[in-house]
C-alpha cells in the first residue's frame, strides 16, 4: 500500500558523514544537498553509541541548510543489517510472508523476534518465488530511528546502501557488479536484474584490496556470469578504473544520473541519497517493496490514510445528501403550496368541476407523501461507517471502507492481529442491528497472526 506522505527527504548516515538530499516534486531538480561530519567513534560497526549526540548533528544539518522538510527516508549503514536472496516455494500469496519468515529465521543471528525483517519480491517462475529479505536487531533500529523522531523529524522509509544501489543501477537483462566508495567504507554488491546476488562491506580499502574484492566477485559468479562493473562514489580516480578494467577484464561504468541544481563534482558524493530519492514509499506490508520502517510508524500511517479515506467518504456522503435534502424539501414545500392553491380556487369558484379537483388534489397529496417518504428515508453513508467504527475491538486495525447506498453492501478491509480477534470483530459487527448480514471469507481464517481481511456487510437502509 503506497504510504501517505509521498514528498520527502533522504537522510543517509554513515561513520563518518551525515548526508541530506530533497529533490523537487518531479524529481528532475535537486532542492537540498549538505552534509556534516560524524564525530570518530559516534558510530562503531554500525552500531550507534550516542543516540542523543546523533539526534543533534541532524537538528544542526537541518537547521543550518535551512531544510524545511519533516519527513525522512533513512539510508543506514550495511553492516547494522542481514540480507539474502532466496527462493521459497510457490505458495499463495497470502501465506508467502509467513513461508518467508520461517526461512529467514535459519540464518539470523539471533531470535527472529529481535529482528525487524522486511522482503520483497524480486523474481518468479512456476515452481518458486524469488524473494530478497533484508533484516536488522529491533534495538540498533530503534536507536537510528529515535535519534530522527528526536530531531522532531517522520521517518517514512528505511533502508539500506545495497537498495540504494539496486535501485540506481537497474538493468533488465545485465549482471553486474556495483561498487560504491565513500570515506573509509567500501560496499560491493551483485546485481541480477532486480535482484541483489551478494553484498558485501570493506572498512578503510586501499585501491589494491578494492580490485582484489571485485576479482574474486567475478570468478564465483558462475551461476550468474557478471558481464559489466559499475562504480559510484567518492575518491574515484581513472588510474583505479583503469586498473580494475584490466584486471577484471570487463567495460567499466561510472553511474552518473544527472539532476539539475547539483553539480558534477558533487554528484557521486551525494548518489546514495540521490537514488532513495526517485524511491515511491511503500509500507512494510508491499509484496514488492522493501522498507524497515518500525511497525509502530506503519500503524501510525495507516490510521492517517483510514481517517483520511473517512473524511473524504463524509465530504463526498455530505456532498450528496444535502442538495438531494434541499431538494426535496424545495418539492415538498412547492407541492403543499400548490395543493392550498387548488383547495381555496375550489371553494371560491362554483363553476369548477369538484370531481376532478378531489382529482387533482388526491394526485399531489400522493406526490407529496411520496416526497415526504424519500426525505425520510435518506441516510447519510457515513452513519454506517461510524457503526462499523463503533465495533472495531482491540487488535483488529480497518485500513478502508467501501460503502454501496444502491447495493446496500458495505466492504471493511484491514489487518488482524490473530485468528480469534478476527472472530470476535466479526461477532461485535452482526450484534449492529443494521447491519442484516456479515460475510468473512473462510480463507480469512486459515492464518492464525497478521491475517489480511475483507469483510462484506448487508446493511438496513
Not at 540498533?140 to 522509509?157: H, I, Q, T
Request: charged residues 25%; proline residues 5%.
Amino acid at each position: 500500500m503506497p504510504m501517505y506522505r509521498k514528498s520527502f527527504a533522504s537522510l543517509s548516515i554513515s561513520p563518518h558523514k551525515l548526508k541530506v538530499v530533497k529533490l523537487s516534486r518531479d524529481k528532475k531538480r535537486c532542492m537540498v544537498a549538505a552534509s556534516i561530519d560524524v564525530p570518530d567513534g559516534l558510530i562503531v560497526s554500525g552500531k550507534l553509541t550516542d543516540r542523543k549526540a546523533l539526534t543533534n548533528l541532524i537538528k544542526t544539518l537541518w537547521k543550518s541548510n535551512s531544510v524545511n522538510e519533516k519527513t525522512v527516508g533513512l539510508i543506514l549503514p550495511e553492516v547494522t543489517t542481514f540480507m539474502k536472496s532466496f527462493q521459497v516455494p510457490m505458495v499463495e500469496l497470502d501465506d508467502l510472508d509467513e513461508a518467508v519468515r520461517w526461512q529467514v529465521a535459519e540464518f539470523l543471528p539471533t531470535n527472529h523476534e529481535d529482528m525487524v525483517l522486511d522482503w520483497k519480491i524480486v523474481a518468479k517462475n512456476e515452481k518458486a518465488y524469488e524473494v530478497l529479505s533484508l533484516a536488522i536487531s529491533k534495538s540498533s533500529l530503534s536507536d537510528y530511528v529515535g535519534s530522527v523522531v528526536d530531531a522532531g523529524l517522520l521517518p517514512l522509509l528505511v533502508e539500506t546502501t545495497s537498495i540504494s544501489l539496486e535501485r540506481i543501477a537497474e538493468s533488465a537483462d545485465v549482471s553486474k557488479v556495483v561498487l560504491y566508495r565513500s570515506r573509509g567504507v567500501a560496499v560491493v554488491v551483485t546485481i541480477a536484474s532486480k535482484k541483489v546476488l551478494s553484498s558485501s562491506v570493506v572498512y578503510e580499502p586501499t585501491d589494491e584490496q578494492l580490485i582484489n574484492n571485485v576479482s574474486q566477485i567475478l570468478s564465483r559468479s558462475s551461476l550468474s556470469p557478471v558481464s559489466r562493473v559499475a562504480v559510484c562514489g567518492n575518491g574515484l580516480t581513472q588510474d583505479f578504473v583503469n586498473n580494475l578494467h584490466a584486471r577484471v577484464g570487463v567495460p567499466v561504468d561510472l553511474l552518473h544520473p544527472k539532476k539539475e541544481g547539483l553539480p558534477d563534482e558533487k554528484l557521486q558524493e551525494y548518489i546514495i541519497p540521490l537514488s532513495q530519492q526517485e524511491a515511491d514509499p511503500e509500507e512494510p506490508m508491499s509484496k514488492y517493496s522493501i522498507n524497515l520502517l518500525p511497525p509502530e510508524w506503519v500503524t501510525r500511517y495507516r490510521k492517517e490514510i483510514r481517517d483520511l479515506r473517512l473524511w473524504t467518504v463524509s465530504l463526498i456522503g455530505s456532498t450528496v445528501f444535502w442538495p438531494c435534502f434541499l431538494l426535496m424539501i424545495g418539492t415538498y414545500v412547492y407541492l403543499s403550496q400548490r395543493s392550498a392553491q387548488l383547495d381555496a380556487e375550489s371553494k371560491e369558484t362554483s363553476q369548477i368541476d369538484l370531481n376532478a379537483v378531489s382529482a387533482e388534489i388526491n394526485k399531489i397529496n400522493a406526490e407529496v407523501s411520496k416526497a415526504n417518504q424519500a426525505v425520510s428515508s435518506l441516510r447519510s453513508p457515513s452513519e454506517f461507517i461510524n457503526k462499523a467504527t463503533a465495533k472495531l475491538v482491540s487488535g483488529v486495525s480497518v485500513s478502508s471502507f467501501n460503502l454501496n447506498l444502491e447495493t446496500k453492501k458495505m466492504k471493511i478491509t484491514g489487518v488482524a492481529n490473530s485468528r480469534g480477534e478476527l472472530l470476535a470483530f466479526k461477532q461485535s459487527l452482526e450484534s449492529e442491528k443494521s447491519f442484516l448480514k456479515v460475510n468473512l471469507p473462510i480463507a480469512s481464517l486459515l492464518i492464525e497472526t497478521n491475517i489480511p481481511f475483507e469483510i462484506e456487510i448487508d446493511i438496513k437502509i
